[in-house]
């Protein structure tokens, strides 16, 4: 059942979904123009480099993270931030388990389909 458009979203009553090998995700609130998604690594998991056509900003909720955007990384811990412009090969390493809150624009067609 699509949430696409609630204004709510419980997290509690959302499924996550395999992103990937000790990666998971849950689609939170989203419309066309936006998406925020929750992404939990367990550590030493990784966010494989790709690129998309989306604006990426993210936090990181919990945990230690290695973030690559264009080449520059960064170590990132809990409340830090990051942003990755459309098209920007960019990944991430659990360094220790944590979870990115992940907000798109335009949303992520393909998280739902």
């Not at 709510?8 to 689609?27: C, H, I, N, Y």
């Not at 993210?58 to 993270?65: A, D, M, T, Y």
């Not at 990755?84 to 739902?112: I, N, Y």
Request: charged share 20%.
């Amino acid at each position: 059942m699509s949430h696409k458009n609630e204004p709510f979203a419980s997290d509690a009553a959302l499924p996550w979904e395999p992103a990937g090998e000790g990666v998971t995700r849950k689609v939170l609130t989203y419309r066309d123009e936006v998406m925020m998604v929750r992404v939990r690594f367990e550590a030493g998991a990784v966010g494989a480099a790709h690129s998309h056509p989306h604006i990426q900003c993210s936090l990181v909720e919990s945990g230690v993270f290695k973030i690559t955007i264009g080449g520059r990384s960064q170590r990132l811990v809990a409340g830090d931030s990051f942003l990755v412009p459309p098209d920007v090969v960019h990944g991430a390493v659990a360094v220790e388990a944590g979870t990115l809150v992940d907000v798109f624009t335009p949303m992520r067609a393909d998280f739902v389909a």
